[in-house]
């Protein structure tokens, strides 16, 4: 791809700015994974409650529910792309301001929603909405937060800043399963299915207005700053800038595969085929969340010495050949508990090893006139196909095969692709530092 525009890179020297500027970026993220934890967690329970007309069963309201979860992914690449293009023309800050509002009033309102009891058919009709708006400020939101994360941060760190962005993913889905945790253990089953499910949406308001608050006191980075004074920016042609959006799709397609296979879809795939309970999916789930937090900011850090691709190769290489021992052990009830738990730790923990690096990687492959759109078009549709169709091919896939490992088949596959995709060579350009 062409070299950047003249002082594209530039970076701040006071130290505060990148701080406010990685908080701001981070949170935006920790709600966005927040409510797409908690949707996944309570996914049988919302199946119940939106699904399941009279004469229905189970299986199908599961599938139809996943499927509400794939849409919204599938809007994600439509946001990144209309709101790349604002942020990549008016600005990072304004169009993250958007995105937040859009993405608060989304989740909050799922909270309030009337059921099938309520209102019948209409009920999974205003689901779905809300569903798509959310995939539409999500797909905003990552080529905002991760051009504001490595453009402030300071040279050789991108790695590190960029790593913020998947510990936020982390500690979102780590928030959502103990807030589902902690009601599964406050409240009754008839509870928690009739209005308990709804309070983790709700406690997104004041999540998001406390995000809207940061931001709204952010600074534009000095990249676009600087792109902003030139007369006549450059921009790549958009046949280059469309190969290194499928590159990038191609490289970070296990890490989204993988991690929601093992940190979102885990809960729902232990209860309807190893007919563990709620408490002990959610259990697993935070171990799996544990493993992939823990490893996230050092692969960041890692990268910024050895290259972006090295850490992440190795991630993808781990899963493909330990994905099915990892799930086999967990199948099988002669395992010890200690031996499960470390099991879902570690699948966690290697699916940070692509995590970390991921966003600098992707945000080195585009200069700063398209870089919020194309990093944000990149991870947007890898994450459609791969993380938002997660639960719904596998649960059907699993219906109608029988197959209990299919699984870890998804992941296996889906990384063997990423490292084939990180071991194609790119001509590094002025923007790259790995």
Known sequence: MGAPAHGSDLRTDRPERSRRALVAGSVGNFIEWYEFGVYGYFATVIAARFFTPEGGSEAEALVRTYASFALAFFFRPVGAALFGRLGDRVGRRPVLVLVIVLMTAATTLIGVLPTYDTVGPLAPWLLT?????????????????????????????????????????????????????????????????????????????????????????????????????????????GR?????????????????????????????????????????????????????????????????????????????????????????????????????????FAAGA???????????????????????????????????????CAGLIITESVRRTGSVDIPAYYAAVTCAVSALALLTPRKKRAHDES
């Open 129 to 237: 909405l809300l569903r798509v708006v959310q995939g539409l400020s999500a797909g905003g939101e990552f080529g905002g937060a991760v051009s504001v994360m490595t453009e402030f941060a300071p040279p050789g760190r991108r790695g590190l800043y960029g790593s913020w962005q998947s510990f936020t993913v982390a500690l979102g889905l780590l928030g959502g399963a103990g807030a589902a945790a902690l009601l599964a253990t406050l409240l009754t089953e008839a509870q928690l299915n009739s209005w308990g499910w709804r309070l983790p949406f709700l406690l997104t308001l004041p999540l998001g207005l406390g995000a809207l608050w940061l931001r709204l006191r952010l600074d534009e980075t000095p990249s676009f700053q600087a792109l902003r004074e030139e007369l006549r920016p450059e921009r790549p042609p």
């Open 240 to 344: 280059e800038v469309a190969k290194a959006i499928a590159l990038g799709a191609g490289r970070v397609m296990g890490w989204a595969a993988a991690g929601y296979t093992f940190l979102v879809v885990l809960p729902s795939y232990l209860q309807s085929s190893l007919n563990a309970s709620f408490q002990q999916a959610l259990v697993a789930t935070v171990l799996a969340n544990l493993g992939f937090a823990v490893t996230i900011i050092p692969a960041g850090l890692l990268s910024d010495r050895v290259g972006r691709r090295p850490v992440m190769l190795t991630g993808a290489l781990l899963v493909t050949v330990l994905a099915v021992p990892l799930l086999n052990l967990l199948q099988d009830a002669g395992t010890s508990a200690a031996s499960k738990s470390a099991a879902v």
């Open 350 to 388: 290697i699916v940070g090893l692509m995590a970390g690096p991921g966003p600098a990687m992707l945000s080195e492959m585009f200069p700063t006139s398209v870089r919020y759109t194309g990093l944000g078009l990149a991870y947007a549709l890898s994450n459609a196909v791969f993380s938002g």
